[in-house]
């Protein structure tokens, strides 16, 4: 979503719910998961190839347009899904040992990000490239955005330690491309999903929001 809102094209949202998918939904999804972008009468899935197949066919381009450049970023891009579970087990993590054991996990990959980000930004700007919004920007902001959330009740203080991510995420989560990209009711989302899985954090959530 954040790649079309970036692309400023019209388009329509479909939100699926996790458990409850409807059939016509699992009918033209092959793995029945989301994202899926149906154009004309193609559906396209997994979020890679989707945000490849938008940035081919609309402007503006948002991968570099140097290829090394490019197969770097596109390289980030792939590394978004173990760092999103790594966050996430820390996230959901059931109780406070276990917690505390999946924190290590997540501080180790975003040291990654900061080594990227502190090498080759150089304050140039806070999005991944520099001053513009980019597709890894785009990969890795609902990721970043949770901490945005979680951070004023669970205290996690993991960005401290990142004040280069720390500043990517506060990059990211002003822009409104980014910002308004998010559900009104995403926070209730949120806290909802941290209650179903169990997560040790709901406790901080259904406390204080
Ligand atoms: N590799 C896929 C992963 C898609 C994915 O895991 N989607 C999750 C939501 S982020 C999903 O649909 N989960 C519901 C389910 O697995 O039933 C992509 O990047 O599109």
Redesign the pocket.
């Known amino acids: 979503m954040i790649v079309l809102r970036a692309k400023n094209v019209e388009f329509e949202v479909t939100h699926i719910t996790?458990d409850n998918k409807p059939d016509w939904f699992l009918e033209v999804s092959p793995h029945?998961?989301?994202?899926l972008l149906m154009v004309d009468q193609e559906v396209l899935?997994?979020?890679?190839a989707i945000v490849e197949f938008l940035d081919e066919t609309i402007k503006p381009r948002l991968h570099p347009e140097d290829p090394i450049k490019r197969a770097e970023n596109r390289a980030w891009t792939d590394f978004v899904?173990s760092f999103a579970s790594t966050l996430n087990s820390y996230l959901y993590a059931p109780n406070l040992q276990d917690q505390q054991s999946k924190k290590s996990g997540a501080q180790k990959v975003l040291l990654k990000l900061e080594e990227r980000l502190q090498k080759n930004n150089k304050k140039e700007g806070t999005y991944f490239n520099g001053k513009t919004l980019s597709i890894v920007d785009a990969a890795y902001a609902p990721f970043l955005m949770r901490f945005t959330i979680v951070e004023p009740f669970c205290k996690t203080g993991i960005m401290e330690k990142f004040p280069y991510v720390e500043e990517w995420r506060k990059t990211l989560i002003k822009s409104p491309i980014v910002k308004d990209s998010l559900p009104e009711n995403f926070m209730e989302l949120f806290k909802k999903n941290l209650l179903k899985r169990g997560a040790y954090f709901a406790k901080e959530f259904t406390n204080k929001v």
């Not at 899935?45 to 890679?48: A, D, G, H, P």
């Open positions: 996790a029945g998961k989301v994202p899935f997994e979020s890679n899904p």
